[in-house]
């Protein structure tokens, strides 16, 4: 339901202000702020002393198409109002250009009352959700910049306040979790600031790309000569990250011979690069990753009992996506901040959040980035509905319900005339399942202005119950 809405109404229908100021305090109560404009010069000069969330506007004022062209108007004063014209009939030509210059809907002045708050519902609706896609935007955007674990849901609130409680401690971390729900981003945020402002050296390494073979140069560095090849003096990855942190990912795919020259590094805090005698002392922070059980992999002898001690002196873990699932429309934001270029925007529909959230996320955040990736680069229009994503999350959940939609008659047609009816039923049934309920979708695809299908619907005694089907449609509408 509606509540503490400020609606303007610009009509010079006398009659048509009492109606609507009735229908407002028969289904609205005391939920609602309503006040009336002549014109549109009359309307506009309330706008410097109140806001509105909603403006009811006639197409036709005192001149022909006047509230047409003062449209552009009214949104130059407030982006975000939801217009919504009205007209003795329906012009379909008429009806586009208002929905071209920024209207979001139209009702025709014999609409019944039931519908009309509906038609209100579905508008305010619409504004509410650009205005939380806004929020979330300027949220994501805020930390964009920044290696920040994004979220609000417990888990990462938890999480945080580890991260916040182990920041300046030069303890060994070892950070848990499945493949893709941040761990390096973590390591990040676990960086100290030094005094001159800047963040101390962070170096990250793959464990898994340290072979034997090249190993202890990568580890300890080598002097020119060292080796064929050693052209000059390289540093390893210690002494690279000495005044800092040294972040191993994956730590399980170390070979055991290399996991021995790393406990080694760890308990004497010195190092010796290859073809020198001379000993250089380090100080790193160790922080280490992995999405395996290190301690059954121990009891397995694949890794060394002793390094894992090392290693595991403050243990966080990353939540994965499912288990942080409110976090989702802020994440969605980040990516797509992160990838859409400057022109082109992409706003999820209630409906394809409501998949999304369903879904078990087996690749966790890094599957929803590129998920976004992949619809920025290929999904043609802004909005995005459930129809849009690919098909594994096109599975209806359990808790997924469906509008009751059932038939005046329900006996099996015999005649002719029924048969075309049930036709038509039937047809319309399928339609509106097929457009996620959005009426200027399903209008447009029965090639039926708005004002016509409403009257089939009715006239076919097709009924959504408002008790639960309302409710469901605002959520389907975008």
Known sequence: MLENIKILLCDDDPLFQIHLKKTLAEKMKNQYDFLTANDSEEALSLFQYHSFDLLLLDINLREPREGLRA??????????LVIVINSIMS??????????????????KDIDSEDLLHTFTQALSKRKHLKHHQQLHLKAQSTHTNNILLGESPPIKKLHQMIHKVKNSRANVIITGETGTGKELVAKQLRRILPND????????????????????????????AFTGADRTVKGIFEQAHGGTLYFDEISTM????????????????????GSSKVIPIDFRLICATNKNLEKMSQ???FKDDLLHRINVISLETPPLRDRIDDLPLLIEHFILKYCPPLKKLIFSDCAIEALKTYSWPGNVRELGNLIDQLITLHESPEVFKKDLPERFQQPSKQEKHPDIK????????????????????????????????????????????????????????????????????????
């Open 198 to 225: 800047l963040l101390e050296p962070f170096i990250a390494i793959n464990s898994s790309t340290i072979q034997d073979s090249m190993a202890e140069s990568i580890l300890f560095g080598h002097e020119r000569g």
């Open 91 to 108: 012009d379909f030509q008429v009806v586009r250009e208002a929905l071209r210059l920024g209207a979001v809907d139209y009702i025709v």
């Open 407 to 478: 038939p005046r008659n329900s006996h099996y047609p015999t005649g002719f005339y029924e048969k075309i009816l049930a036709f038509e039923r039937e047809l319309l049934k399928e339609e509106y399942m097929k457009h996620e309920g959005n009426m200027s979708q399903l209008a447009s695809a029965l090639g039926m202005n708005r004002a016509h299908l409403y009257c089939k619907l009715k006239e076919l005694g097709i009924h959504f119950p408002r008790n639960s089907s309302s409710k469901n449609r605002e959520k389907k509408e975008p």
């Open 71 to 80: 449209i552009p108007r009214f949104l130059e004063i407030d982006r975000d």
């Open 300 to 302: 397995q002898n694949t």
């Open 255 to 274: 070979p055991i011979g290399i996991q021995s020259k790393l406990l080694r590094v760890i308990q004497e805090k010195e190092i010796t690069r290859l």
